[in-house]
C-alpha cells in the first residue's frame, strides 16, 4: 500500500470507532491503530525515496540535453569553419546552424522546463502526503491520549492535543 492509501485505511479506522455517548470522542483498536502507523513511517521513506530519485532523473536529463547541444553546437561550428572561403556557402552554414543552434536550445528548455515541472509537482504531492500524514498521526495521538486519560478516570486533566517538542 501507498501513504495515501494507508491514510485512508487510518480514516477508515477512525470512522469505524465506537461513539463515546454525548461526546465526539471514540473508542479505536490500539493495535490496528499502531499497525497501520507502523506501516505509514515504513512508507513515507520509499515516497521520498522516489522524489529523491525523480530529481536526481530531471538532473541526468538535463545534463543530456545540454551534452546533446554542446554537440550539435560543436558539429555546426565544425561545419561552418571548413566552409570559410566560400562567402555563399559560409552564409548558409551561419544561418543553418544558428538554426540549429536556437531549435538544440529550444528543445533544451523545453526538455529543463518539463523536467522542472514533472520534478516540482512530484514533490510538491509529496509535501502534501507528508503534511497530510502528520496531520493525522497528530489527531491520532491526540484521540489516543484522551481516550487513555478517560480510561484513568483523570476528566479533570488537560491532555495536550499536540506532541510535546521532545518527543516530535
Known amino acids: 500500500m501507498d501513504a495515501l492509501e494507508l491514510l485512508d485505511e487510518l480514516e477508515d479506522i477512525i470512522d469505524k470507532g465506537a461513539s463515546v455517548p454525548f461526546s465526539g470522542r471514540c473508542i ?3 493495535d ?3 499497525d497501520v502507523l507502523q506501516e505509514l513511517k515504513l512508507k513515507l521513506p520509499e515516497d521520498l525515496k522516489q522524489a529523491k530519485w525523480i530529481k536526481e532523473e530531471r538532473q541526468r536529463i ?3 540535453a545540454q551534452a546533446e547541444a554542446d554537440e550539435i553546437i560543436k558539429t555546426v561550428e565544425k561545419k561552418a569553419v571548413s566552409m570559410v572561403d566560400e562567402n555563399e556557402i559560409t552564409k548558409q552554414a551561419i544561418a543553418q546552424g544558428k538554426q540549429i543552434v536556437e531549435r538544440a536550445q529550444a528543445e533544451a528548455q523545453a526538455i529543463s522546463d518539463s523536467a522542472y515541472n514533472y520534478s516540482d509537482n512530484l514533490l510538491e504531492t509529496v509535501e502534501k502526503v507528508v503534511l497530510g500524514s502528520m496531520k493525522e498521526m497528530e489527531q491520532c495521538v491526540a ?16 491532555v495536550p492535543t499536540a506532541l510535546p517538542e521532545e518527543e516530535a
Open 28 to 30: 479505536l483498536e490500539r
Open 32 to 34: 490496528e491503530l499502531l
Open 62 to 64: 538535463l545534463q543530456e
Open 143 to 158: 484521540i489516543v491520549r484522551n481516550n487513555r486519560s478517560e480510561l484513568r478516570g483523570g476528566h479533570e486533566q488537560q
